[in-house]
Protein backbone atom coordinates (compact mmCIF):
# COMPACT_ATOMS: atom_id res chain seq x y z
CA UNK A 1 0.00 0.00 0.00
CA UNK A 2 1.52 3.17 -1.27
CA UNK A 3 2.00 6.27 1.73
CA UNK A 4 0.06 8.98 1.76
CA UNK A 5 0.14 12.58 1.81
CA UNK A 6 -1.10 12.13 4.89
CA UNK A 7 1.01 9.82 6.32
CA UNK A 8 4.38 11.73 5.63
CA UNK A 9 2.90 15.05 7.41
CA UNK A 10 2.05 13.01 10.30
CA UNK A 11 5.80 11.48 10.36
CA UNK A 12 6.49 14.66 9.81
CA UNK A 13 4.96 16.12 12.26
CA UNK A 14 5.92 13.64 15.35
CA UNK A 15 9.78 14.81 14.39
CA UNK A 16 9.17 17.85 14.67
CA UNK A 17 7.37 17.52 18.48
CA UNK A 18 10.43 15.54 19.69
CA UNK A 19 11.93 17.90 22.27
CA UNK A 20 15.79 19.13 22.50
CA UNK A 21 17.76 16.66 24.27
CA UNK A 22 15.58 13.71 23.42
CA UNK A 23 14.95 11.23 20.86
CA UNK A 24 12.48 8.82 18.84
CA UNK A 25 13.12 5.68 17.16
CA UNK A 26 12.07 5.39 13.37
CA UNK A 27 9.91 1.97 14.92
CA UNK A 28 8.43 4.66 17.20
CA UNK A 29 6.99 7.12 15.00
CA UNK A 30 5.52 4.24 12.69
CA UNK A 31 3.86 2.73 15.41
CA UNK A 32 2.62 6.54 16.58
CA UNK A 33 1.62 6.99 12.85
CA UNK A 34 0.08 3.57 12.12
CA UNK A 35 2.62 2.64 9.17
CA UNK A 36 3.32 -0.56 8.65
CA UNK A 37 7.12 -0.24 8.87
CA UNK A 38 9.96 1.96 10.20
CA UNK A 39 11.23 1.80 7.14
CA UNK A 40 8.81 3.78 5.13
CA UNK A 41 9.93 6.14 8.11
CA UNK A 42 13.48 6.10 7.15
CA UNK A 43 12.54 6.67 3.37
CA UNK A 44 10.52 9.51 4.83
CA UNK A 45 13.45 11.25 6.25
CA UNK A 46 15.91 10.22 3.74
CA UNK A 47 13.57 12.56 1.13
CA UNK A 48 11.81 15.46 3.15
CA UNK A 49 13.50 17.01 6.55
CA UNK A 50 15.65 19.42 5.36
CA UNK A 51 13.81 21.77 8.06
CA UNK A 52 13.17 18.98 10.58
CA UNK A 53 15.51 17.43 13.37
CA UNK A 54 16.49 14.79 11.50
CA UNK A 55 19.36 14.10 14.27
CA UNK A 56 16.55 13.09 17.24
CA UNK A 57 15.59 9.48 15.30
CA UNK A 58 17.35 7.07 15.56
CA UNK A 59 17.09 3.11 15.22
CA UNK A 60 16.08 0.80 17.81
CA UNK A 61 19.44 -0.04 18.86
CA UNK A 62 20.15 3.58 19.82
CA UNK A 63 22.84 3.72 17.42
CA UNK A 64 22.46 6.32 14.20
CA UNK A 65 22.79 5.62 10.67
CA UNK A 66 26.50 4.70 9.73
CA UNK A 67 26.86 8.02 7.13
CA UNK A 68 25.80 10.15 9.58
CA UNK A 69 26.66 8.91 12.89
CA UNK A 70 29.68 11.44 13.48
CA UNK A 71 27.38 14.36 12.84
CA UNK A 72 24.08 13.01 14.38
CA UNK A 73 25.89 12.22 17.62
CA UNK A 74 27.76 15.61 17.76
CA UNK A 75 24.10 17.41 17.42
CA UNK A 76 22.53 15.03 19.75
CA UNK A 77 25.53 15.81 22.37
CA UNK A 78 25.34 19.75 21.86
CA UNK A 79 21.50 19.09 23.16
CA UNK A 80 22.37 17.20 26.39
CA UNK A 81 21.95 13.43 25.23
CA UNK A 82 23.83 11.36 27.02
CA UNK A 83 25.72 9.25 24.52
CA UNK A 84 27.66 5.82 24.96
CA UNK A 85 30.16 3.76 22.64
CA UNK A 86 28.58 5.58 19.79
CA UNK A 87 24.87 4.31 21.36
CA UNK A 88 22.27 6.85 22.57
CA UNK A 89 20.76 5.19 26.07
CA UNK A 90 17.16 4.59 24.88
CA UNK A 91 15.62 3.95 28.50
CA UNK A 92 16.91 7.71 28.99
CA UNK A 93 16.19 9.63 26.43
CA UNK A 94 13.44 8.42 24.32
CA UNK A 95 10.63 10.69 23.87
CA UNK A 96 6.98 9.29 24.37
CA UNK A 97 5.17 9.88 21.57
CA UNK A 98 1.14 8.81 21.73
CA UNK A 99 -0.13 6.21 20.92
CA UNK A 100 -2.58 5.52 18.03
CA UNK A 101 -4.97 2.91 19.62
CA UNK A 102 -5.15 5.51 22.97
CA UNK A 103 -6.06 8.78 20.67
CA UNK A 104 -8.34 6.66 18.77
CA UNK A 105 -9.92 5.36 22.17
CA UNK A 106 -10.23 9.22 23.47
CA UNK A 107 -11.67 10.49 20.17
CA UNK A 108 -14.87 11.61 20.61
CA UNK A 109 -17.51 10.82 18.19
CA UNK A 110 -17.98 13.34 15.12
CA UNK A 111 -21.76 13.38 15.03
CA UNK A 112 -24.32 12.14 17.49
CA UNK A 113 -25.47 8.76 14.82
CA UNK A 114 -20.98 7.64 15.34
CA UNK A 115 -21.26 7.26 18.77
CA UNK A 116 -23.63 4.09 18.84
CA UNK A 117 -22.17 2.55 15.91
Do not use: N
Amino acid sequence: MPTTDAQIEQVRAMVAAIPCGRVATYGDIATAVGLSTPRTVGWIMRTDTADLPWHRVLSASGKPAAHLAQRQLRLLADEGVSIRDGRVDLRVARFPLPDPDMALAEKPPSSPVEQYR
